[in-house]
Structures are given as structure tokens and as C-alpha cells.
């Protein structure tokens, strides 16, 4: 009962706006997440449809957050639940997830710091960098190798 919910991000549904009250904030856009993701306890992705790359979890893994998410707000990332984040579809089950994690540091603190070196060393710009390299010097090599 204590938990403040901020819930960030552009064009927020009217019927969420309406929701907003002194323990649950909708910003609607920001210039800059960051202020408030540095203050959350949990890092929370509910997302129940979309495509596309899931910058989201990666931002929330790089800011060394716990993270609650769903399977397709993961999708795609080579994250585990309940070793890099916690992931729940069913909307009781993604609370007790969030509470869960407010409320036992040590399990929060372990999740935040293995998605942190989840995506320091699959996701960060050097890791992605020389990947594309290795795969273009092979491309290169394999093309004019037999000219």
C-alpha cells in the first residue's frame, strides 16, 4: 500500500489517465527516463502485445534494475526469467512478482545485477560492434577468398 507507481511513456490510454491518483502518477511523455527509472525500487514492463526491439529491458538492465516483465515484453532477448528478470503474463501472478521484489532486497539486488551483466556482455555497444565486425570480415573473406 505504501508503492507509488510511475507509469512513463507517450500517449497514455485515457482510461489510464484517469487512474492517476498521489500513488499512481502517469507522466505521459518524458525528455528523459533515466531520473525515473534511478528511483524505482522495480523496473516494470507489462507489456501484452508489440514488436520491434525491447529497449525497454535492455535500458532497465543497463540502469542495473529488477525488472518484471511479460514474455513478449522479453521476447527476442536472451534474458532468463528468474536469473536476469522476473517474468509473469497473468496479471495476479506479474504483482506478486512486483511486491515480491519490492520487498526481498537480496532476491531484487541478485536479479539487478545479473540482467546488469546480461546486458554488459551481450548488449553493449563494443559486445554488438565486434559482433557485426566478425560477421562482415567473414562475409568479406568468404566472397573474395576464392577470387
Not at 512513463?8 to 489510464?16: A, C
Not at 489517465?17 to 511523455?29: E, L, N, Q
Not at 507489456?47 to 516483465?69: D, P, Q
Not at 506479474?94 to 537480496?106: G, M, Y
Amino acid at each position: 500500500p505504501e508503492a507509488k507507481i510511475y507509469i512513463v511513456g507517450k500517449n497514455p490510454p485515457r482510461t489510464l489517465k484517469r487512474r492517476a491518483a498521489d500513488d499512481v502518477i502517469v507522466t505521459g511523455y518524458v525528455d528523459d527516463v533515466r531520473p525515473y527509472a534511478s528511483k524505482a525500487g522495480v523496473y516494470v514492463v507489462p507489456l501484452r502485445m508489440g514488436s520491434g526491439t525491447r529497449l525497454k529491458i535492455l535500458e532497465g538492465l543497463a540502469m542495473r534494475k529488477a525488472i518484471v516483465t511479460t514474455t513478449i515484453g522479453c521476447e527476442g532477448l536472451d534474458v532468463v526469467d528468474g536469473e536476469h528478470v522476473a517474468i509473469a503474463d497473468d496479471p495476479a501472478r506479474f504483482a506478486e512478482k512486483v511486491i515480491e521484489l519490492l520487498v526481498n532486497t537480496q532476491k531484487n539486488k541478485k536479479l539487478a545485477d545479473n540482467g546488469y551483466k546480461k546486458v554488459r556482455s551481450k548488449y553493449d555497444w563494443d559486445v554488438i560492434t565486434s559482433t557485426m565486425n566478425e560477421a562482415l570480415d567473414s562475409i568479406f573473406n568468404e566472397k573474395f577468398s576464392s577470387v
